[in-house]
C-alpha cells in the first residue's frame, strides 16, 4: 500500500507558477498511474490531469491544458505539478493519488496541500 504526501502549495498572485510535489512511500511507485485533483470552497473535487507509470504519456482537464505540466522522476519516487500563469480560479486544495490500473478508480490519496491565488 502506497503512502502520499503532497508539498508545496503556497499563496502566489496571478500570473505566479508554483511546483506542488507528490513523494511516494510504501510501495513500488513505479507500478502507479498517478493523477493530480483540486477541490475549490464549496466545490466538488475535480480532476487536474494524470501521468502514466513511466511518464510517457500524460492528460490535462481543459482548464489547464497549455499551463500546467505533470512529471514523474520514479528514482525519487516523486510526481510533479508544475503550475505556470496561475489564475484565481486556480485556488484550491490540490490532491495527488495513485491507482494500480489505468481506467478503475484511484485507490490511494494525499492530504492535499493548499493553493491560494490572488487576483
Known amino acids: 500500500q502506497v503512502q502520499l504526501v503532497e508539498s508545496g502549495g503556497g499563496m502566489v498572485q496571478a500570473g505566479d507558477s508554483l511546483r506542488l510535489s507528490c513523494a511516494a512511500s510504501g510501495g513500488t511507485f513505479s507500478n502507479y498511474d498517478m493523477g493530480w485533483f483540486r477541490q475549490a470552497p464549496g466545490k466538488e473535487r475535480e480532476f487536474v490531469g494524470r501521468i502514466s507509470v513511466r511518464g510517457s504519456y500524460t492528460y490535462y482537464t481543459d482548464s489547464v491544458k497549455g499551463r500546467f505540466t505533470i512529471s514523474r522522476d520514479n528514482a525519487k519516487n516523486t510526481m510533479y505539478l508544475q503550475m505556470n500563469s496561475l489564475k484565481a480560479e486556480d485556488t484550491a486544495v490540490y490532491y495527488c493519488?495513485?491507482?494500480?490500473?489505468?481506467?478503475?478508480?484511484?485507490?490511494?490519496w494525499g492530504q492535499g496541500t493548499q493553493v491560494t491565488v490572488s487576483s
Open positions: 493519488a495513485a491507482r494500480h490500473t489505468v481506467g478503475v478508480k484511484y485507490d490511494y
